[in-house]
């Protein structure tokens, strides 16, 4: 017998030096039953590529800006991430030949950071939150001042370029193939990005589906005052104009002892699991599996794995310190009718999405408290901040 004589299934990938970018996507999908027989919902693990899910939009916004002349060859980039872009980017500079420095803030877990290093990107730490606008602000003001030292350098801008939509094309695709049908998809939002992009993809082809998204308490996307947060991946202290506002039915936030339930659930019993967005979307997924039919789609976008998060959501000494182990999981959430200006403690939704900025610019709703006028960050507070 001859080995041509075998199929394989799913098909296998080869990456070169030459192109190493055929290591990302074709991710795998997991099914998770949740405690009622016959619902549950599917698993899109972008764990499975090199870096997590941001190696699709480095490769993509580096492509782009070639293309576009943006980015000249060999010329640098500077961009700030709390770590999964920066992962990307790291790849994405490797394969194209620039060298990358990720501007980010203490909360980086260390691991991430000797990582990071490890793939040749230079880290650049800022000290101090910007009393206004917060780590994120720092971290923006940080890489403008290197951008301006450096002739050349180009700025991915993951919060505003719509080459971060776009890069998720191929992700909504590989749904569609995998799954044929859609009824909801549920994503984790920071910049926005991958749900804009791959619901782009979902709702032309299924035009009755939902989209339904995940933040963190304390995030000001959609509406709430900026709080420190300790959550890093999803939740942002500014307003990124990739979220696509009109598309989401639902968003919920979720606080992190209700994420960490929820990682360690999803280790214990399916070997999958990721870090605090992965959580986040776990129970939010379960919880809209368990209402729908049993017939019903549900898919959840896992953005990364486990592995930079042995010292933080699967450390219990971590947890114990803020008080995250000692609090059953909720079952459902509080369901809140006007989220402007809201501020949620507990894991809370709504069905009244709105864009803060467009909100206040019509004069319309609640204020929200600290909105600033031009949309570059909300006042007070951090992102990443480590303390709850
Ligand atoms: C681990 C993780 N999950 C979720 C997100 C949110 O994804 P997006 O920026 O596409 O909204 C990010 C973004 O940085 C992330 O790093």
């Not at 308490?217 to 709080?227: E, K």
């Not at 994420?259 to 992965?278: D, E, K, N, P, Q």
């Amino acid at each position: 017998m001859s080995i041509t004589e075998f199929a394989v299934p799913g098909g296998l990938r080869t990456a070169t030096p030459g192109d190493m970018t055929a290591l990302v996507g074709n991710t795998p999908l997991l099914r998770l039953a949740t405690a009622e027989t016959g619902h549950g919902y599917w698993a899109k693990l972008e764990g499975a590529n090199p870096g997590g899910i941001k190696d699709r939009a480095a490769l993509h916004l580096v492509r782009r800006a070639r293309e576009r002349g943006d980015l000249a060859p060999g010329a640098p980039i500077v961009e700030s991430s709390s770590g999964t872009l920066g992962l990307g980017l790291a790849l994405a500079g490797m394969a194209s030949g620039h060298p990358v420095t990720v501007v980010a803030d203490p909360g980086l877990e260390p691991s991430l950071r000797r990582l990071l290093a490890a793939y040749g990107a230079h880290v650049d730490i800022v000290a101090e939150p910007d009393p206004v606008g917060g780590w994120q602000e720092a971290r923006r003001a940080r890489v403008a001042e290197l951008i301006a030292g450096s002739p050349g350098a180009w700025n991915p801008d993951q919060y505003h370029n719509p080459d971060n939509v776009d890069a998720y094309e191929a992700l909504g695709l590989e749904l569609a193939f995998q799954l044929r049908h859609i009824d909801i998809l549920v994503c984790a939002v920071g910049t926005g990005g991958h749900s804009a992009g791959v619901f782009g993809v979902l709702r032309r082809l299924y035009p009755h589906a939902r989209l339904v998204g995940v933040d963190s308490p304390g995030s000001t996307i959609f509406g709430q005052p900026a709080r420190p947060r300790l959550m890093r991946g999803l939740g942002s202290s500014i307003y990124p104009r990739n979220v696509a506002y009109d598309q989401f039915s639902e968003v919920h936030w979720v606080p992190p002892a209700a994420a960490i339930h929820s990682c360690r659930r999803l280790a214990r019993h399916s070997y999958a699991t990721g870090g605090w967005s992965v959580g986040a979307v776990a129970l939010v997924a379960d919880w809209l599996a368990r209402r729908e039919p049993a017939s019903a789609r549900v898919v959840a976008i896992f953005p990364d794995g486990p592995h930079r998060y042995a010292d933080t959501v699967f450390n219990d000494e971590y947890c114990r310190q803020h008080q995250l182990l000692d609090q059953p999981l909720p079952t459902d959430p509080e369901t809140v009718d006007n989220p402007l200006g809201h501020l949620s403690v507990a894991w809370t939704r709504t069905t009244n999405v709105q864009d803060p900025l467009a909100s206040q610019a019509r004069g319309d709703g609640a204020r929200v408290a600290g909105l600033v006028a031009d949309g570059a960050a909300a006042p007070s507070l951090a992102d990443g901040e480590v303390r709850a």
